[in-house]
């Protein structure tokens, strides 16, 4: 294993680093009592917009790390369980990949796959792509 630091993150999957090329991952959280989970996906860096230097005017944009170390889910329902308590939880890291689309393509898939499966807390799948940033390769 490498000498990532992946906060509670668990990785699956043979996954030993995070690609240089990896925006973001998809995850599965499970309720360990109940085998419930819930799929999702989070960016690895984010954008920040600073207002533009004296002068000139186009703002200044730079990447910082995003809190996915300890990030838990955009879930109203889950997030709210975990965080009153944390360890009833297992977290896990499923795949990385390299652009907004390829992450919400992989997340939808896993979803569809199990949305039938009555452990399964997705409900909705909500998907947007701008499908000519996959042509581009």
Same mark, same amino acid.
């Given at each position: 294993?490498?000498?990532?630091?992946?906060?509670?993150?668990?990785?699956?999957?043979?996954?030993?680093?995070?690609p240089?090329?990896?925006?973001?991952f998809?995850?599965?959280i499970?309720?360990?009592?109940t085998?419930?989970?819930?799929?999702?996906?989070?960016?690895?860096?984010?954008?920040?917009?600073?207002?533009?230097?004296?002068?000139?005017?186009? /703002? !200044?944009?730079?990447? $910082?790390?995003?809190?996915? +170390?300890?990030?838990? &889910? *955009?879930?109203?329902m889950?997030?709210?369980?975990?965080?009153?308590?944390?360890?009833?939880?297992?977290?896990?890291?499923?795949?990385?990949?390299?652009?907004?689309?390829?992450?919400?393509?992989?997340?939808?898939?896993?979803?569809?796959?199990?949305?039938?499966? /009555? !452990?399964?807390?997705? $409900?909705?799948?909500?998907? +947007?792509?701008?499908? &000519? *940033?996959?042509?581009?390769?």
């Open positions: 294993m490498s000498n990532v630091d992946w906060g509670h993150w668990i990785p699956v999957n043979n996954i030993d680093s995070i240089d090329d990896a925006l973001g998809v995850y599965k499970t309720e360990k009592d085998n419930k989970f819930y799929i999702g996906c989070k960016q690895l860096y984010r954008t920040v917009k600073r207002p533009p230097l004296k002068g000139k005017k186009n /703002k !200044r944009h730079s990447v $910082k790390d995003s809190d996915w +170390r300890t990030y838990c &889910s *955009s879930s109203g889950i997030g709210e369980a975990i965080q009153t308590d944390e360890s009833k939880y297992i977290f896990e890291l499923l795949s990385f990949h390299p652009s907004k689309s390829t992450l919400k393509i992989a997340e939808a898939k896993i979803i569809i796959e199990n949305i039938y499966d /009555k !452990r399964c807390y997705n $409900k909705v799948v909500n998907l +947007r792509v701008n499908v &000519s *940033s996959l042509m581009k390769n």
